[in-house]
């Protein structure tokens, strides 16, 4: 699926709530900096991005303002991963202080700040940045916010200067902070490298690719770089949750429902995890130092399109796209038609999940349960990947898990088009070595089917493939007279193949139907996409070519040695010959070559049955 | 999928949780009530229960426990019911307080206490309930809890005895309630209402499953009952969230991130939204007043199992089960070739989404977004909705939007088997009138392909069918000799059928081969799940019944006719007399037929390509 285009629906949508709030006045521009008293109160701007970066915007979506406390979760997973959850919590807490902004709020004994939402808990976690020097640190300070923009930021020069000269608050806290060994030496460089992150200039797409960033794990959706650990987004997130919105925080929980951040600048970050980063701008702020507007749009924005993220309804954890059995859906293998009896009764023994989205304890439970529910009978679970996106530590220990299971109860799972490059990441590590052999991994669901076929026949299939069937065993010769057979045989040339080679090539004329005598081969087609799909694999008894040859036209497909082959060829001329030669004989053929393609069509009609099932 | 039996994986990992934390001592039971200092701290129980019902327990899983605090947001729950947002709001805010629980928190002038979870706050929200007496509200109070857990709940009479008689701290807070006008009346009432709630027996599997019915919308999900609205889900998570553990609420979300209340009963229970509840018990807690091993096994839960609500990776957002166009999957209606050409050529024009899981924002815009980038040429969108379990309110306003779009540029767009019973409640509401004909909804997925097919060939279809096809023009007697023809006609007897007449029967021996001079029929197979599916629909110059005919054996299917239609029949026995009589015809005849089977193998099988595209 290809994602090009906005949709106009939304975009619409936002242009409504851009003019519907463009009224709500109130609310007034931050004047504690001077620098801050100069933004024009009507500017507004909203933006959304999507994880897989899509972006909407409206409004003065490029107009430059400065980060302000929406630096501060991000400089706070940049000291996490700098130093470590461990490190970070002995200088800083997680509880909301429910006290304002730039209160002191260090805990008593211990001095720590109680969060890093706070100012104290804000420069505490800038003290914390790694580098040599102050350039180093400064340096950190601005790869880290641009990896979340996805563009290089820069510091306002102007701000950052009235920040530092009217700060004097904040050098408190710093100097408090020094005090109770929060922070080790001069408490100057900190709070310079605070008040240079408070000033870095951004815009609101910068705040919602910033917050789409979160929602994506950590890795910029549109440039793909990662601009912080994954293993640091629930905490960073957890901390916007209970401490984002100053002493509002549990009221924006309650009305909003999304982890955000604001700053006194006027811009409010929010972020849907997993979905959507947004950014809201509009620089008048009420009481409680954030952004009338964003507060407002926020709310409307969550109400609206259903963005609260603890409410219903529920959301989908079907990780199941598509589940049969053996016996609805089978492999390409043609099989002779007392193994294909076999399976269609043995089928139930062997179930075929296809998974969808991603795979973690609430989506892998339910297919874990309905294996668990299966019989005793059960001995294959084929469970496809080619459409999960990823799968976390958790469904990785149940699938181990599982394997052990199985393994024990003489059961095999089947992993089938797990891509390359780590979707099963460690998989293995918890697993008991002797349970290696009861998991299988194929690199397609056709050949996991098949796989679990050989299993259900235990071998008869491959035997099969070794016994040549003669003449009067060929399923085309089924109901032929003795002399309708003898005077096919004298018009018939044997063929002998290496195993690899090009029996029949797609795009050339028919020169014949081919009997298979001994042997194997697969119909291959060419994928529109790109790569190759077999349509079958024949073995020997079966015949190929026939269709080209009664219809006209070219070949449609190749067909390729999978062993040594021998085949019977009867060429083109000696089949059109028969319709005078000898019509009984050619009324046989073409009844045993329909009933093979009535077969083939009730296979294909129970199969999509199947899959829609 | 049938969900019988749960997983022995993931019961095996409770039971190893349940022995590791087994030995975590530490921690003292509760005093402050004489009654709950009779505990066992010995005791412990965990408990699992999913969204739809499954049950994972281990340990004393059914030894009863009194619910304690653990009742608040269930109460404050059935406040909102009673009384509404705004009433609620206006009596009890939502900011966590930073204090201890049974501090008085009330907000300086209004008195009101500033969350539900504080015991200032759970008896404000006891005396909101409704109800005429006091026996009326403590029958709302124990019907709440007990639709929570599933079954009747009563009160353990020595613990209330207990409650009520050293409740000297909560009664201050009640009077002090009263002293604001928070309360209106003598605050007794509320105050035994709330040491009752206090005292309710529950077990642990009780706690699970009341955590169950938050996190499944407030739906119970083994009974089906509603315990709460849907609406207030969103506000008791809220309130969970940023109140439910006491003053250690920031750091629980930090470590575990699942909206959780505890009691000093020794219960927790915890919510993972739309997935799972969880319920543990051990009666010994910390000086915070949580479960010292409850908080430890739910720390292990949400590291072990991934569950915590705002840790990446992403949840699985993906509704989109299959995309592909017209030109790969097309309805069962058979079409003559130049109409089969013209929806060949056209087929890119009308795309098919099925869609999966839940519709709301995150999971529709990206569909909408592909229907924006599909180009100008697009005239139809299918959205099939056989796997949707529910859609929200804002996928419903998206969807409006985009029929207004579609009106608006000429397009149409098919919603198919769209449930009844409220899936798309609502639908409509935001649609302008002049809207609705570019909406359809058709009750299978393929009427709605053959809506489109009609549109794009622009009512050609339905004028061929009125045509009669001579039977030179049939297409089994192409490439016939015109003696051959003649042959043929003075074999078969012409028939005629009403609309709904059923022309073969299913189970019955073939009596012969049908030619369709004029009108439609269809092919129906009855499914083995009950109902039925139509397999084909075939219009005048097609023919059906050959299969049986040739291969022997009985129908496999019945024939209807759907309009008044003509045919010939070339009856069994005139069939097989053609063997003799004129070889030439017959060969012709199968020629045909098998083309015609060959063409339906390359259909079928291009249209599994594009499902598994």
Redo the contacts between chains.
């Keep these: 699926?290809?994602?090009?285009?906005?949709?106009?629906?939304?975009q619409?949508?936002l242009e409504r709530l851009l003019r519907r709030f463009a009224d709500l006045d109130g609310g007034r521009v931050a004047t504690y900096i001077p620098e801050l008293a100069k933004a024009d109160p009507r500017r507004f701007a909203i933006v959304l991005a999507?994880?897989?970066g899509?972006l909407y915007e409206v409004g003065d979506a490029r107009l430059p303002f400065t980060l302000q406390s929406i630096s501060k979760p991000l400089v706070y997973g940049a000291a996490l991963q700098d130093r470590g959850p461990e490190r970070v919590a002995r200088a800083i807490?997680?509880?909301?202080?429910?006290d304002a902004f730039n209160s002191i709020s260090l805990e008593p004994g211990s001095g720590r700040p109680r969060?890093p939402m706070i100012n104290a808990g804000a420069i505490a976690a800038a003290a914390l940045l790694q580098g040599d020097d102050g350039e180093a640190r400064l340096a950190r300070l601005l790869d880290a916010l641009s990896a979340y923009a996805g563009r290089p930021l820069e510091i306002d020069a102007a701000v950052f200067e009235s920040e530092r000269t009217t700060g004097h608050r904040n050098r408190a806290i710093g100097h408090m902070l020094r005090n109770y060994g929060i922070v080790s030496d001069d408490p100057e460089p900190a709070l310079e490298l605070y008040f240079k992150q408070c000033s870095v200039r951004v815009d609101c797409r910068d705040l919602a690719l910033m917050a789409a960033t979160l929602?994506?794990?950590?890795v910029h959706p549109q440039t793909g770089v990662r601009a912080v650990a994954?293993e640091h987004?629930?905490?960073i997130?957890?901390?916007m949750?209970?401490?984002g919105m100053y002493?509002?925080?549990?009221?924006w929980?309650?009305r909003v429902?999304l982890?955000a951040k604001s700053g006194v600048g006027g811009g409010i970050m929010a972020v849907?995890?997993?979905?959507?980063g947004i950014g809201v701008y509009s620089p008048a702020l009420d009481e409680r130092g954030n952004s009338v507007r964003g507060v407002a749009v926020c709310e409307a924005l969550s109400r609206?399109?259903?963005?609260?993220?603890?409410?219903?309804?529920?959301?989908?954890?079907?990780?199941?796209?598509a589940?049969y059995t053996l016996a609805g859906v089978r492999s390409k293998r043609r099989r002779p038609p007392e193994q294909e009896r076999r399976l269609e009764q043995q089928g139930d023994r062997a179930i075929v999940y296809e998974l969808?989205?991603?795979l973690?304890?609430?989506?892998l439970?339910?297919v874990?349960?309905?294996?668990?529910?299966a019989g005793a009978e059960l001995r294959f679970a084929v469970l496809d990947f080619?459409?999960v996106?990823?799968a976390?530590?958790?469904?990785v220990?149940?699938l181990e898990?599982?394997v052990?299971?199985f393994a024990a109860q003489g059961r095999h799972l089947v992993l089938t088009r797990v891509r390359r490059g780590g979707l099963l990441a460690g998989f293995g590590a918890e697993l008991d070595p002797r349970s290696a052999p009861a998991v299988s991994f194929q690199p397609q669901?056709d050949l996991g089917l098949e796989w679990c076929e050989r299993g259900l026949l235990d071998g008869a299939g491959a035997a099969a493939a070794q016994h040549p069937r003669e003449l009067a065993e060929q399923g085309l010769c089924a109901g032929l007279a003795a002399e309708d057979i003898e005077h096919l045989r004298a018009r018939l040339q044997l063929l002998r193949f290496e195993p690899g080679a090009l029996i029949v090539r797609r795009g050339e004329p028919a020169d014949g139907l081919y009997l298979l005598r001994r042997g194997e081969v697969s119909v291959i087609i060419e994928?529109p996409?790109g790569g190759s799909?077999r349509?079958q694999t024949l073995s020997a008894g079966m015949s190929f070519g026939e269709?080209t040859l009664?219809?006209g036209g070219a070949r449609?497909a190749d067909v390729r040695a999978d062993t040594a082959v021998e085949c019977w060829r009867l060429g083109t001329a000696e089949f059109a010959a028969l319709?005078s030669e000898r019509?009984?004989l050619?009324?046989g053929l073409?009844?045993q070559?329909?009933?093979g393609?009535?077969e083939?069509?009730?296979r294909?009609?129970g199969?999509?049955?199947a899959?829609?099932?």
Tied chains: 1, 2.
């Design positions: 699926m290809t994602m090009h285009a906005p949709s106009s629906t939304l619409a949508y999507t994880v897989d899509q807490g997680v509880e909301p202080s429910g969060n929602a994506n794990g950590g994954a987004i629930g905490p997130l957890s901390v949750t209970t401490c002493d509002f925080s549990g009221e929980v309650y429902g982890p849907l995890p997993g979905q959507l609206d399109l259903g963005l609260h993220f603890l409410q219903p309804p529920r959301p989908a954890v079907m990780a199941l796209r589940r969808q989205g991603d973690r304890f609430a989506t439970e339910p874990l349960r309905d294996i668990a529910g080619k459409r996106g990823h976390d530590a958790a469904a220990r149940m898990g599982l052990n299971d669901l994928l996409q799909r349509l269709l009664v219809s449609s319709h019509p009984s050619l009324i073409l009844r070559m329909l009933r393609s009535s083939t069509v009730v294909l009609s199969e999509l049955t899959l829609d099932a």
